[in-house]
């Protein structure tokens, strides 16, 4: 992946050279305080979110959460781990909040509680990778973040169709893991 990004950087700085070489270094520096201005905003946003989850789960809220969230669990990964279910949990909150980097951590822990050990991934654990990757949201803070960085004047405009976008391609991917699973599971037989 650096490669890729050493060759993106390489290439357009030889573009600007060759359409406008005067402004290479003042387009450099402007390029380098927008992204310092971007991440201390983003660092902002991170932080209080961060630190509403950690009262969550310092409160015992994550606990009750896991407990409202049991029969969606149960049914959608089959864990019977309180403490597992209480991280999904908590990864699935996290992701509704927009949160993706927030919810990383919670996700590995669940993760390594889910290894059983064989070399290849459970269907919990393959559902885990799938929700977490397109994570209904119902509050895309990060977006917003970004938005309102950029400038923009309706930041919030993006929460009903993040909503319904990411509904359907959630339920979708439920259905076609566990379409998949079944797949496999009679192949095997």
């Known amino acids: 992946m650096n490669r890729i990004w050493l060759v993106m950087i390489l290439l357009s700085i030889c573009f600007l050279l060759w359409s ?12 380098s305080s927008q992204a310092l201005s971007l991440s201390a905003q983003l660092c902002a946003v991170y932080a209080v ?3 509403i989850l950690e009262l969550v789960q310092a409160s015992g809220l994550s ?6 969230l049991h029969p969606v669990i149960k049914k959608v990964f089959n864990v019977k781990d309180p403490e597992t279910e209480a991280l999904i949990a908590m990864n699935i909150s996290a992701n509704m909040l927009g949160l993706g980097n927030a919810s990383t951590p919670l996700a590995i822990k669940a993760m390594k509680r889910m290894d059983t050990g064989s070399p290849v991934a459970s269907p919990a654990m393959i559902m ?11 509050l895309p803070t990060t977006v917003i973040g970004l938005r309102q960085a950029a400038g923009s004047t309706s930041a919030a405009d993006i929460i009903l169709p993040t909503l319904i976008t990411t509904v359907c ?6 259905v076609l893991v566990k379409l998949c699973h079944k797949i496999f599971k009679r192949r095997q037989k």
């Not at 606990?63 to 409202?68: G, N, R």
């Not at 885990?128 to 119902?138: E, F, G, H, Y």
């Not at 391609?169 to 439920?174: E, F, R």
């Open 20 to 31: 406008d070489p005067g402004s290479v270094l003042s387009e450099m520096l402007d390029a």
């Open 49 to 51: 979110w961060m630190g």
């Open 63 to 68: 606990q009750k959460l896991a407990k409202i």
């Open 128 to 138: 885990l990778i799938v929700i977490n990757a397109t994570s209904i949201q119902l």
């Open 169 to 174: 391609t959630t339920v979708l991917a439920i």
